[in-house]
């Protein structure tokens, strides 16, 4: 209440906010607080967090048309961000005769699901990064791969598929959350929850890659997300926070 603006990742992280403000009011009867949400909305702005841009060239980017399908998976290890969707994917690709790898990253906690130590037995002939990665091997990871899967059921900007991007790694993400208003039509996109929708686009993708339509697809989803890099988006916060320090002055 006491802010001069309030700043939201995307437009969906403010609209579930607001969402669920007006949902919890509804359960104090006795407050009169009908006003606070607008008091609150009136001073909203979507300002969406800047990436590193990765230095992306032809020699980085190079693939053989001959070789499996590079996929990269990065989260938490946590049930939110739908790891058994992914496997269960992975599982009926390779039943499909599909040919793959994968790289599954990601930081784990004293809670991680039991789905990940079954996967890193079933897919130990595919597995080509497993687990927390320093920096310049994530990056390095997502140089290499053809694209990047988002499972996440829980995602209010979605920086990973963001960066992968970048880096001309194309994002296979849910048809929900925050991707399409981030992505655009730089994301290729299943059924939310859908393995069968997902292991589609998979395979579309995998055609691609056999047909040389790959390439074009990297560099249209690299175009994008240009509007995240931080060069780019420390100026527009630059610019907001000053015309907003002298409105306040």
């Known amino acids: 209440l006491p802010a001069d603006q309030v700043w939201f990742n995307s437009p969906f992280h403010r609209d579930v906010f607001f969402d669920a403000m007006r949902s919890h009011l509804k359960r104090m009867p006795d407050q009169t607080l009908d006003g606070l949400v607008p008091l609150i909305e009136a001073k909203a702005r979507v300002e969406s967090p800047g990436i590193e841009w990765p230095a992306v060239t032809p020699s980085t980017r190079a693939f053989d048309a001959d070789e499996p399908l590079h996929l990269v998976w990065a989260a938490r290890w946590e049930h ?3 790891p058994e969707l992914l496997f269960d994917a ?3 690709l390779r039943s499909k005769g599909v040919q793959f790898c994968a ?9 991680t699901p039991a789905c990940f130590a079954q996967a890193k037995d079933d897919f130990e002939n595919e597995i080509v990064s497993w687990g927390f990665a320093e920096r310049p091997a994530y990056l390095r990871t997502l140089l290499e791969a053809d694209a990047f899967i988002s499972t996440a059921r829980h995602e209010f900007f979605g920086i990973a598929a963001v960066e992968a991007a970048a880096a001309g790694c194309v ?3 849910p048809r929900a959350l925050a991707y399409p208003q981030v992505l655009g039509d730089g994301g290729v996109y299943y059924e939310p929850g859908n393995v069968d929708s997902l292991v589609a686009t998979v395979i579309e993708l995998e055609t691609w890659k056999t047909n040389g339509r790959l390439h074009a697809a990297q560099e249209k989803t690299r175009n994008a997300v240009q509007q995240f890099e931080w060069q780019r988006r420390a100026v527009d916060m630059d610019s907001q926070l000053e015309t907003l320090a002298k409105k306040v002055n």
């Open 103 to 111: 790289s599954v990253l990601g930081e784990s906690f004293r809670d």
């Open 90 to 92: 992975l599982r009926e």
């Open 171 to 173: 994002p296979i993400v």
């Open 80 to 82: 939110d961000k739908g």
